[in-house]
């Protein structure tokens, strides 16, 4: 008899290494990472994005000039999705799934998907200013995929803004 298929079942499916991730989106040479000490403002900026306060009490990413690498996660359904989000210019460049764990929603790896949030940049609101489409069976997946992109170019501004130093 088949066992039903869950999140302690599912295995980590890894599209691509992180640093494979950070090193594209410099052309092949990684910039040494920087740290984002998380204060309380603006973790309670990033709980307002993420619906959620984040654990953690920094972030590392990588930054050349005016564009910046950010390797973030949120959980879908029941699992994080390890997501690589480049930035430049107050817009993203690049979206792509690292690490999928969850056992439905993988859509959200295919290019298809993540080509919608080339060029998007956040509004006034803090929200993404392009439409993207949602996929059947797969909600809270491409849900993660909005926070965490609007948290990327939120993050990006801040640092960019800020000057934020390591």
């Known amino acids: 008899m088949p066992f039903p298929l869950n999140a302690e079942t599912v295995k980590a499916e890894t599209y691509q290494p992180p640093a494979a991730f950070v090193a594209n989106a410099f052309g092949g040479k990684t910039p040494r990472p920087k740290t984002l000490w998380l204060k309380p403002d603006l973790q309670?900026?990033?709980a307002d994005i993420m619906d959620?306060?984040?654990s953690a009490l920094r972030l590392r990413y990588w930054r050349e000039g005016d564009r910046t690498a950010w390797i973030l996660?949120?959980?879908g359904k029941e699992q994080p999705i390890t997501a690589g989000f480049v930035v430049e210019a107050d817009k993203l460049v690049e979206t792509n799934v690292l690490v999928y764990r969850e056992s439905r929603g993988w859509e959200v790896k295919?290019?298809?998907f993540r080509n919608q949030?080339?060029?998007a940049m956040l509004d006034d609101a803090r929200e993404l200013d392009t439409n993207i489409d949602g996929i059947s069976g797969a909600t809270?997946?491409?849900n993660a995929m909005r926070k965490m992109a609007r948290l990327a170019l939120?993050?990006?501004g801040h640092v960019v803004a800020k000057g934020a130093k390591s």
């Open 44 to 46: 309670d900026q990033i």
């Open 52 to 54: 959620q306060p984040l």
């Open 73 to 75: 996660e949120k959980v």
């Open 110 to 112: 295919y290019p298809a």
């Open 117 to 119: 949030f080339a060029g």
């Open 140 to 142: 809270l997946s491409v």
């Open 154 to 156: 939120f993050l990006h």
